[in-house]
Structures are given as C-alpha cells and as structure tokens.
C-alpha cells in the first residue's frame, strides 16, 4: 500500500520511519516532508503545504493513496478529515467538529467545565480592558493563553500581573498571533510536574499509548520563556499504574463520554497535557488532537508492533481486540534548536556531524532541515531530536548526549538536562 503522511517536522518523520517498517507499505509520500524524511528508506517529499487540503486530496486521488495520516493540528481543525472522507478516502484523525478540542482553548475550557473534568480555574476574554481588570483582581503567577492554533507560542506563564498585563497587550491589542488571538483564556497557575498522556480512540475503545513528559521551557531547569517543547522522553515514572487509572477514570473517559454526549464523534489520537499536583491529583491542562513533538519521536523509537496496523484498527473501529507492543527500554529525545528561539532565530545554517551518529542506541529526527544540494540546512527553530535508547533514563540521556555532542551548527542551542525530574 502507499501512504501519505502529512506535516513536516519531527513527528512527521517518527511516522515516516515507524511505517517505513510496516511490511503493507510499499510507498510513503511526506507532504511536504523535511531533510531527514527525504533520506528514509521507501519515502519521498512532495512539495505540497499541509494546509493545502484541496492539492493533498488531489495528489491522494492521483496517486490512490490507501491511507493518509495528519500529523499537525491545522489540518485537523481546517477539515482535512472531513474533506477527505468526502471523498471515499481514508484518513487518519478527527474531524474539524471534534478537532475544536484543540482549535478553541475557549471551547475546551467550556467543555471541561460542563463536564466537571478537573482542570484549571479560567476566564475567557476578548476585551483588553476586562482582561486585564480580571488579572489585577486574580493576582500572579498566572496564565495567559491565545484561544486559537498559535504553532505552540500562544501561552504565557506570568510571574507577575505586570508581565499577564503585557501579555495580554501583545496578544488582544497588538494582535501577535492575528485571529487566533482575538480572543483569549486566563487560567489560575497550576502547581507541580506535568506530563503527556496520548490514547487512541475508533469512537468507542480507547488504548493508552506510551506515556511520556515533556520540558516547554527553553533552558535547564526549566527556565525561560515557553517553547513547542526541548525535549521529552517515555515512559514518564510520575505516570504510575495508579495515576494512569485515575487519568482514565477521571479525564480521558469522561471527555469522550461528554463528547458523545454533545454530539461528536471522535477518532483518532487524543493528547491530554496533564498537571500533577503534590498529592498526585491530575488536572487536564490542553487537549491537543495528535500526537505531540517531541514526544513523538521517543514513543515511535518504544513502539514495536506495526503503526499501520495500528491506524487501519481504529479507522475500521475495531481496537477492542488490538494490541500494541512497547520495547521497555527508556527513549529520551534532546531538541536541538536554532539559538534565539523560540523569539528570533536564523535558518538557512549547515548542519554537519549527523553521518557520525550510527550506533544502535540513537536516532535523529529532522523538524527545522532542508535538503538543498546535497547540503542539510536549518529550516527552523527546533531542528533536530536526537532520540537515545537505555535501559534506564540515565542512559538514555547519556546516550542521546553522546549523539548530540557529534552534531554542529552555526549558533545551535539545547538543554543540557532533559530527562532531570525522571533521573531525580
């Protein structure tokens, strides 16, 4: 079978090299692909935008394609599920009515809220003026977010109400991130450690995938300002057998209970960004309706029974009997970003050193790369994960450092920790 795989970072190219393995797979299309997919046993780039929907249903006819899995969120929220099924194709995710889980923060909030599902106390606003009335009258930290798709940038942890104030500023008044900031959400300041929790769902069964953590901020200790993520690694051990049954129980179950009840059918992966508290109280802090980066790519390195089989069991609505098989080694992935990201940064840098990483125990995933004359470039903030296997986190982490350490670019930045609270 041939497939298409939509997106271009490393989530995308986790999937492109999992479903290279898949024996059903003769062909894999990426659109549009980066400089790593491009080099992938049985997998071509096509220069087609993600958010291009009617020239990837027109390449997907064309070419007949059996199966098309979306890895980023404007896809989903812009229809693509939709469009596609439309026309007799299949293809992996929610649909744009269930997709809003993601899109609307507001949406989520008030989701969560009617369905008593634990998250944080919020306000929803898309007046400057009231907003920032609410944050004087709430006090700091605090959290400000834009309401729509903002490429993971959109949220704001305030230290202070002054901070929140300029937030909020940036993105009611000054419009920095255009519509999806027309309107925002304020959420009370959560405590304690957060971790990523994906399951997959066919609209009635759920299978809990790999758990795994993720660090947002951009420097060790998890300090600066909020990124898409500079690192991750799974499984996650705050996430006990314990915790994963009150997450079930208390978040993942009654979210699809509350969506049937409002009168959508979701399938697909479903993401729920978790925070956990002291007592080990989990509260729901995002939804996102796939699959995260860079968690991803440590959870594709653990998955050892097939992907496409995986997708085909949810897409026929049969995963009561399906089973999925994880390697129990520990995977743990080091972003190696742009310097000066996630605010200004430089593309267009040689990477060298990536030929030297050909041990058993790692993996680099390209997110931000170009292919262009044989020569790989930067084409992003986040650019690689460079993905190591251990038999714990400690050697995992050491393993993927050792990696880390034989890649170079003009100006290349990363967090020299990731992996810290689990080895803690």
């Known amino acids: 079978m041939e497939i298409l795989i939509i997106g271009n970072g490393g989530r995308e190219h986790a999937f492109a090299w999992k ?11 990426v659109a549009p692909g980066n400089g790593g997919t491009a080099k992938e046993e049985k997998v071509k780039n096509i220069n087609i ?29 812009l229809g693509i599920v939709d469009k596609f099924n439309a026309a007799g194709l299949r293809c992996f995710g929610p649909n744009a009515k269930a997709a809003q889980l993601e899109g609307s923060k507001s949406f989520t909030k008030d989701f969560l809220l009617r369905h008593n599902i634990p998250t944080a106390e919020y306000a929803c606003f898309s007046e400057l003026n009231l907003a920032i009335d609410y944050i004087k009258s709430r006090g700091a930290p605090i959290v400000v977010k834009a309401d729509g798709l ?28 255009g519509s999806a900031g027309s309107k925002i ?30 660090h947002k901020a951009r420097d060790n200790n998890d300090l600066g300002p909020n990124t898409g993520g500079m690192g991750a690694y799974s499984p996650a051990p705050i996430v006990t057998e314990a915790l994963k049954l009150r997450v ?90 742009a310097g000066g990201y996630p605010i200004k940064y430089e593309s267009g840098k040689q990477i060298f050193g990536l030929e030297s990483v050909k041990d058993d125990t790692s993996k680099v995933f390209h997110a931000g790369t170009s292919l262009e004359k044989d020569k790989l470039l930067t084409a992003g903030g986040r650019v690689l994960c460079v993905v190591g ?31 810290y609270k689990a080895i803690e």
């Not at 479903?19 to 299309?29: A, D, G, H, L």
């Not at 066919?202 to 790999?210: K, R």
């Open 19 to 29: 479903c290279s393995q898949s024996k059903k797979v003769t062909q894999i299309y």
């Open 49 to 77: 935008d993600a958010e291009d929907i009617e020239n990837l249903l027109a390449f997907a006819k064309e070419k007949n394609i059996a199966l098309t899995i979306v890895g980023p969120e404007a896809p989903l929220v």
């Open 150 to 177: 903002a490429a993971g940038k959109g949220v704001f942890v305030a230290m202070t109400v002054d901070d929140a104030i300029t937030a909020v500023k940036d993105i009611l008044g000054d419009k920095s991130f």
């Open 185 to 214: 959400v304020i959420e009370e300041f959560l405590v304690g450690e957060e971790a990523s929790y994906i399951v997959v769902t066919d609209g009635t069964e759920v299978i809990s995938l790999a758990t795994s953590q993720d």
């Open 248 to 337: 079930m129980n208390e978040i993942i179950n009654p979210t699809l209970e509350g969506l049937k009840k409002d009168g959508i059918d979701y399938l697909g992966f479903l993401y729920a960004g978790l925070m956990i508290d002291g007592a080990g109280n989990p509260k729901i802090l995002e939804y996102n309706c796939r699959f995260g980066d860079p968690e991803t790519q440590p959870i594709m390195m653990r998955l050892e029974s097939d992907f496409i089989e995986l997708c085909e069991a949810t897409l026929n609505r049969s995963l009561l009997n399906h089973k999925v098989r994880w390697n129990k080694k520990v995977a743990l992935g080091v972003v190696m970003a």
């Open 389 to 419: 296997m251990g038999d714990n986190t400690k050697e995992a982490q050491r393993n993927s450092y050792k990696s880390v350490g034989k890649i170079t670019w003009e100006d290349e930045f990363h967090r020299n920790d990731i992996g």
